[in-house]
C-alpha cells in the first residue's frame, strides 16, 4: 500500500518568481499547470500567509487573485526562497512544496529503514502494525511487537511499541516516539499508556553538507534509541510491580 501511494512520487525545483494560480484552481510554474491536493493547497495557503479554512472556502477564480497578490508581496520582501522545489505524486497532483536545499527522503525508503532498524531478537515478520494513515502528504505508522512484553500480573499483559510520523514535504521530517499497550478487555482491547510527550526528531538536513545515507543514519539510530526505550520501560513496569508485593 505504501509502494503504491509513494511509488510515483516526483519533485521539480522551479523559482518562485514563476509560480502563479489560474483561475481554474491550478497551479503554473510557467511551463506546464498542476492541480492541487487539500493537503498541497492547505501549504500554499502558508506559503501565500492565508488561514487555510479561508482559502479552501474561495472560488478558484478569487483564489488566484489573492494568492498571486500575496506571493508579489512576499517575493520583494525577500520572505520566500528564491526555488521552491514542488512535491506531485502519481497522479501529477501537488501535494506541497519545500525548501530545494534540504534533503527529502520518500516512505518507501523509509520503510526499508524501520526494518533494518528492529533489535536483533526481532524480525519484520514478529512487528504488527497497529495503526496508519498513509496520506498524500503525511505518513503515520504505529507498530508493535507482541513479543516484546511482559506480564507484571497474570493476565495483565503490556508489549511495546513505536510510533513513526513522517513528512514528505514542508519543513518538519520524521518524528518517532515508543509507548505501552496494555491488554484491558477480554475481547482483546488495548490502550496506550507511558507515551513519551516529547518524539525523537531527525530534522531535515541541508543538501549541501549530507546526503541521502546521513538522513537514513540518523532515522535508523532514533529508531534504535525508541526500541531500546520500550525495553527500559518494561523493565521498570515489571520491577515497580514487583516492589509493591
Known amino acids: 500500500q505504501i509502494r503504491e ?122 512487528v504488527m502494525v497497529g495503526s496508519s494513515y498513509i496520506g498524500t502528504n503525511r505518513l503515520h505508522i504505529s507498530c508493535f511487537s507482541p513479543e516484546h512484553l511482559t506480564e507484571p500480573r497474570p493476565g495483565d499483559v503490556i508489549n511495546g511499541g513505536i510510533d513513526i510520523v513522517h513528512h514528505i514535504s514542508g519543513e518538519s521530517g520524521t518524528q518517532i516516539s515508543c509507548y505501552l499497550r496494555r491488554l484491558i478487555c477480554t475481547n482483546g482491547a488495548t490502550t496506550h499508556i507511558c507515551k513519551d510527550n516529547k518524539p525523537l526528531r531527525v530534522r531535515r538536513l541541508p543538501n549541501e553538507r549530507f546526503d541521502e545515507a546521513d538522513m537514513f543514519q540518523q532515522i535508523h539510530d532514533r529508531l534504535a534509541q525508541a526500541w531500546e526505550q520500550i525495553d527500559e520501560k518494561l523493565a521498570a513496569i515489571k520491577a515497580l510491580t514487583e516492589k509493591e508485593r
Not at 528564491?82 to 506531485?88: Q, S, T, V
Open 5 to 126: 501511494q509513494y511509488g510515483g512520487f516526483e519533485s521539480f525545483v522551479i523559482p518562485a518568481e514563476k509560480l502563479a494560480l489560474t483561475d481554474n484552481g491550478f497551479l503554473s510554474t510557467g511551463k506546464e499547470e498542476f492541480p492541487f491536493t487539500l493537503e498541497g493547497l492547505d501549504q500554499f495557503a502558508g506559503l501565500s500567509e492565508i488561514p487555510k479554512p479561508f482559502f479552501r472556502s474561495l472560488e478558484s477564480d478569487i483564489r488566484c487573485i489573492l494568492f498571486n497578490r500575496r506571493l508579489k508581496v512576499r517575493l520583494n520582501d525577500n520572505r520566500i526562497t528564491n526555488h521552491i522545489r514542488i512535491n506531485l505524486n502519481q497522479y501529477h497532483q501537488i501535494i506541497g512544496f519545500d525548501d530545494p536545499k534540504l534533503s527529502q527522503i520518500n516512505p518507501v525508503k523509509l520503510m526499508e529503514v524501520i526494518n533494518s532498524s528492529l533489535p536483533q531478537s526481532l524480525s519484520a515478520q514478529k
